[in-house]
């Protein structure tokens, strides 16, 4: 099975504060998406990538810039936190043909 | 509009019966559709993919019917258990092949 690794369960940041969100996967998948997930709005599409140093803007790219300089990493990064990307944030890989996703574990960020 | 529907009411049902959860869309033609589970905290974890030319595929318990005049995908887990009880998601292809999630049911199993 596809292990995808996010590199942190529960982070408290600060309004202001630049925050990475860190995502490992371990099988050699071209595609890679960041989503975030909110009550009542479901999963949405912030960046995805189709390969190395490549890069796509999702539905909600906004106060969002990713990072792909490893097939295996995927990088989210926020350049100045605010309160309404307090999220749960989630990073997925993608086996090509079929797009089903393998998910991580998640993030939980908080700003306050 | 583009929209996928799920029923964001919790679907409560007794052990041993069979659970049925819809997803309607509209204003899509997705080559494929796909249904996820997601327990609280957990990320979403893929269950089935169904194709457009495909009108039903089975997996254990799990049935996905899948209707392209309807626009509709049926879930159905049969012989219930406490255990099935997560969130189900709906998910399309949508435009540039990007997958495209419902906002879940909640499926709550009851001895």
């Known amino acids: 099975d596809v292990k995808v690794t996010q590199s942190s369960r529960y982070l408290v940041k600060r309004t202001g504060e630049k925050v990475f969100l860190e995502c490992v996967q371990d099988m050699d998948h071209e595609n890679m998406f960041w989503y975030r997930q909110d009550p009542g709005l479901g999963l949405r599409l912030i960046y995805f990538s189709y390969d190395v140093k490549m890069k796509e803007k999702g539905d909600i790219p906004e106060g969002y810039s990713v990072s792909r300089e490893k097939k295996e990493r995927f990088s989210l990064i926020l350049e100045s936190a605010s309160t309404n990307q307090t999220s749960m944030y989630l990073c997925a890989a993608a086996i090509l043909n079929t797009g089903e996703l393998f998910f991580g574990e998640g993030s939980r960020l908080t700003v306050l | 509009s583009q929209k996928i529907e799920q029923n964001s009411e919790a679907l409560n049902i007794q052990e041993g019966k069979t659970a049925t959860l819809t997803c309607n869309y509209t204003n899509y033609s997705p080559a494929y559709l796909q249904w996820y589970r997601q327990d609280p905290g957990r990320g979403p974890v893929f269950l089935l993919l169904i194709r457009e030319n495909e009108k039903e595929k089975r997996k254990e318990r799990l049935k996905v019917t899948f209707d392209t005049t309807l626009k509709q995908s049926l879930f159905h887990i049969t012989a219930s258990q406490p255990a099935d009880s997560a969130t189900y998601l709906c998910?399309?292809?949508?435009?540039?092949?990007?997958?495209?999630f419902g906002t879940g049911t909640r499926l709550q199993v009851f001895p």
């Open positions: 998910a399309l292809q949508g435009a540039a092949d990007k997958l495209i």
